[in-house]
Nanobody, 126 residues
Framework: QVQVVESGGGLVQAGDSLRLSCVAS????????IGWFRQPPGKEREFVAT????????IYADSVKGRFTVSRDNAKNTAYLQMNSLKSGDTAVYYC???????????????????WGKGTLVTVSS
């Protein structure tokens, strides 16, 4: 049982940077991977990035590679999504999710996560 809460969204201009935070709490068992997803207005939810329990493996969607960085600080039970060079196309509700560390990290690519946050809105003005 894991509770996931993301925060840090807001209104920014194209080219700006923003960092989202994801706090996970509760019984984590053998540990958990963290995935970031987003849902643009009028579109389906899509994969953004993921990081494994130990923090030594990451995967990024092609649309954000080179601009976004996912990291985590397990001592603080917190994961981060650093977003740089934001574009209007990045506007979306961003979700953080956790999955058992026994699940392959690649599963996040298709949204196979166990616990989901409520989302935080990021709006990038053109």
């Amino acid at each position: 049982q894991v509770q996931v809460v993301e925060s840090g969204g807001g209104l920014v201009q194209a080219g700006d940077s923003l960092r989202l935070s994801c706090v996970a709490s509760g019984r984590t068992g053998s540990g958990y991977h963290i995935g970031w997803f987003r849902q643009p207005p009028g579109k389906e939810r899509e994969f953004v990035a993921t990081i494994n329990w130990s923090g030594d493996s990451t995967i990024y969607a092609d649309s954000v590679k080179g601009r976004f960085t996912v990291s985590r600080d397990n001592a603080k039970n917190t994961a981060y999504l650093q977003m740089n060079s934001l574009k209007s196309g990045d506007t979306a509700v961003y979700y953080c999710a956790a999955s058992a560390a026994t699940r392959p990290i690649e599963a996040a690519r298709v949204g196979l996560m166990d616990y989901w946050g409520k989302g935080t809105l990021v709006t990038v003005s053109s």
